[in-house]
């Protein structure tokens, strides 16, 4: 039997409520609706700044423009290094790309899908610039043992925490975003919180935060009697509108990933008796999704014949999360960047043009074809949703067992 499970793309995953209506019509009816002489983005980026713990946040049109800020904000010279995950949103690489820096590739651990300080330290080159650390599905990666590996080499560390509001790093205190050069987050409507689009990015360095403030505003310097362009700048200015929607969203953050850790770990509960089915630790994780990877040498089966026996259920599960590593993707395959170029993965000015063959993250490649499961829960989730979903996942695995003999 087919069930319906709350979604986040619409109010039965999505918590917006007559407060942000309130915020809407207040900004509409004042008639002025960007953020150029107004109060709420401003507002936004002084109250994001202080829940996640950090001295600036800058707001942006996207997650993809937040991390693009980032990148902008270090000023790498044509053909330097990012290291990125393979197991991530397409906004992780593209703003690394459009400041025709390199994306290489680094491995994940097996069960979180993060970076790991071991294989970020396999791919330091004289030419790396930074590492882009992704927190993904909200599982906290292990940035302060990335941080020294980095440290030594004079590499930045920038956090992608679009999939990690409130999520805590392992080794100490605060939140996700607070522990790398800058963080960087997402408002698009399947995050934590939403307005739809838009993305936040935060830095404890002033002069980082005025160059990220300059590029997301056509290289502008709002802050001073010159007009000039100081700099090649966007215009990834998020709306007053947005922002004043985002800043009643910010007040809900806490209650969201409270609800979606009592979901997840739940489901976690449901999980613990299935041999070969290993989760993500608990401790600091903020639940973007739940995930779970099978052992096939022990369950007999993988994600796909997994999910295959959930069809029919509603269960909103994925098998692998992504079609193939970002490395395998056609932008990256057949260099579709600047005309006919392959610019900048072409060298030089890069050393050497990059290594986007399979099989070069083993463990990513194997996460997505044959161990990783994962389940879209939101706050929305009731006990029974919850419970439901648990029923699935177990009465899958059985069936699947059966069809492994
Ligand atoms: C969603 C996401 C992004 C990009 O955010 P957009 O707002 O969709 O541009 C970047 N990185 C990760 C890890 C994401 O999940």
């Not at 522990?179 to 360095?205: A, M, N, W, Y």
């Not at 509960?269 to 099978?294: C, F, I, M, N, Q």
């Not at 072409?346 to 050497?352: E, G, I, L, V, Y």
């Amino acid at each position: 039997m087919s069930r319906t499970y709350p979604s986040v793309d619409d109010s039965s995953g999505r918590t917006i409520g007559e407060e942000e209506i309130a915020a809407a019509t207040r900004v509409l009816r004042s008639g002025h609706l960007w953020r150029i002489g107004g109060t709420e983005a401003e507002a936004l980026e002084r109250e994001f700044a202080e829940l996640i713990g950090r001295e600036h946040a800058v707001a942006s049109s996207s997650g993809s423009s937040a991390v693009h800020l980032a990148v902008a904000a270090l000023d790498p010279e044509p053909g330097d290094e990012f290291v990125v995950p393979p197991l991530t949103d397409a906004g992780t690489i593209i703003g690394v790309l459009a400041c025709n820096a390199v994306p290489v590739f680094a491995d994940v651990d097996p069960v979180t899908g993060c970076l790991t300080s071991d294989s970020v330290a396999a791919c330091l080159t004289p030419r790396t610039r930074a590492v882009v650390v992704v927190h993904l599905f909200g599982a906290p990666a292990d940035v302060d043992g990335i941080k020294r590996v980095c440290d030594e080499r004079g590499v930045a560390v920038i956090e992608d925490c679009a999939q990690a509001y409130l999520t805590v790093p392992p080794g100490g205190t605060g939140y996700a975003g607070t522990r790398g050069l800058i963080g960087c987050f997402s408002l698009q409507q399947t995050k934590h919180i939403s307005v739809g689009e838009g993305g936040l990015t935060v830095t404890d360095d002033p002069g980082l935060a005025r160059r990220m403030r300059l590029f997301a505003d056509k290289g502008w310097p709002r802050d001073s009697a010159e007009r000039n362009h100081l700099m090649l700048g966007y215009n990834y200015r998020l709306t007053d509108l947005a922002a004043a929607i985002a800043r009643v969203q910010l007040t809900r953050v806490g209650s969201v990933v409270e609800r979606r850790r009592a979901v997840a770990t739940r489901l976690t509960e449901r999980l613990a008796d299935l041999p070969g089915v290993t989760v993500p630790a608990d401790t600091g994780h903020s639940y973007y999704l739940h995930s779970l990877v099978l052992d096939p040498s022990v369950t007999g089966f993988g994600n796909r014949a997994y999910v295959g026996a959930m069809a029919g259920s509603g269960a909103p599960v994925g098998a692998g999360y992504l079609a193939r590593p970002l490395y395998r993707t056609t932008m990256l395959t057949e260099r579709r960047t600047y005309g006919t170029s392959g610019y900048p993965l072409s060298a030089p000015p890069a050393d050497t043009a990059p290594d986007y063959g399979v099989g070069r993250c083993p463990v990513a490649e194997r996460m997505i074809e044959e161990t990783l499961v994962i389940a879209l829960i939101n706050e929305g989730f009731t006990d029974e949703d919850t419970e439901a979903l648990g029923d699935v996942l177990v009465d899958a695995y059985k069936q699947a067992l059966q069809g492994s003999d």
